[in-house]
């Protein structure tokens, strides 16, 4: 056998008995530590519990394993008692905030049946007011509003609410009414769209009319009435005054279209002086004279309010004035029979 491969297998040799001596070693050592720790924990103590009286001591003997145990299970004991007392301290404030919460909940459903009620006293109202529209809506008219407002409830389902005929149980009938009343005003609707179609259409008739004061702002006084009047450039002679003179005291100030239409001439007159005519439904006709100047051209379409011109001194006057004047058909007629000084025109 070659010199090397010997030396390697005596090497080898030496570390194998070496790593048996190694490992019986620890064997040993191991067995002797079993073996202690069983001799260590059967080891018993003695407790003695002597009583005062004459009575005769008693003796207990327990192991260290026994006392072990019984110190394990006294901490399994202690730990499972804390952590009973915390899930029971927390069951009981849970417990404590749904008894809150419930009491919230009783809160709000009082709220909610006083909103009810509230609600339904409203809804009563409505059709309070809903039957003064639509008699409203009758005297004006319109032939396809000719129902009461207790059909018209009835088909928009509020009778029944209004009633409180729902359900025998109160709460279910607070429910069924609350469901119900926005479903059943969705249907009120059509008739309130009738009743607002009505009331559209006087509105439009009213702004057809010619029936606003002609200065913005409801300036100026009547400085000449229509009719019969003493004719201010020949003393002591009369003569017809075609419309009505308003005066400021001033020029420039707006000149408003007293009512919906279409201006059909604008131009200068000898007498007039600058003036706008606008023809209106129903046969009006509106004539501005004496104006400083124009805002509209021939051919233009004017709503009610609109400004037309201002206020001046053209033509024949005796002062700055507007001279308004109203036809009904080829008829001149007196301005004052409709006019109505309206809110929403003197800012």
Do not use: C
């Not at 040993?28 to 001591?57: M, Y």
């Not at 729902?166 to 249907?187: E, H, I, M, Q, Y």
Request: charged residues 20%; neutral net charge; aromatic residues 8%.
């Amino acid at each position: 056998m070659p010199e090397g491969l010997r030396s390697l297998k005596e090497t080898e040799k030496r570390w194998y008995g070496r790593l048996v001596q190694g490992l019986t070693s620890g064997v040993d050592v191991v067995r002797v530590a079993i073996r202690r720790f069983f001799a260590w924990g059967r080891t018993r103590f003695v407790l003695a519990v002597i009583p005062q009286s004459e009575k005769p001591a008693r003796r207990f003997e327990i192991s260290r394993f026994s006392l072990i145990a019984i110190g394990i299970a006294v901490v399994l004991f202690v730990s499972l008692a804390v952590f009973s007392l915390s899930a029971y301290g927390a069951t009981a404030l849970r417990a404590a905030s749904l008894d809150n919460q419930l009491t919230k909940a009783h809160q709000s459903i009082d709220q909610m049946r006083e909103s009810t009620e509230n609600l339904l006293s409203g809804t009563a109202k409505f059709q309070e007011k809903l039957d003064q529209v639509v008699t409203i809506a009758q005297s004006k008219g319109k032939p396809d509003v000719q129902q009461d407002t207790g059909d018209i409830l009835k088909a928009a389902g509020l009778s029944d609410l209004i009633s409180g005929q729902l359900s025998d149980d109160p709460v279910s009938r607070d429910v069924l009414r609350l469901n119900g009343v926005a479903g059943a005003l969705d249907k009120s609707l059509p008739a309130l769209d009738d009743i607002a179609n009505t009331l559209a259409s006087q509105k439009d008739i009213m702004t057809e009319v010619p029936n606003i004061w002609p200065v913005k702002g409801n300036l100026g006084h009547i400085t000449m009435y229509f009719g019969q009047n003493e004719n201010p450039f020949a003393t002591g002679q009369w003569y017809l005054h075609t419309g009505i003179d308003i005066s400021t005291n001033r020029v420039g100030d707006p000149i408003l279209a007293t009512a919906d239409g279409k201006v059909i001439d604008v131009h200068y007159d000898a007498s007039l002086g600058n003036s706008v005519t606008i023809q209106h439904s129903h046969g009006f006709t509106t004539r501005y004279g004496h104006l400083r100047s124009f805002a509209v051209k021939k051919g233009q379409r004017v709503s009610q309010g609109d400004v037309i011109g201002s206020l001046g001194n053209t033509g024949k006057t005796t002062g700055p004035h507007l001279h308004y004047e109203v036809y009904l058909g080829t008829s001149l007629i007196d301005p004052l029979r409709f006019l109505s000084i309206r809110k929403e025109y003197h800012e």
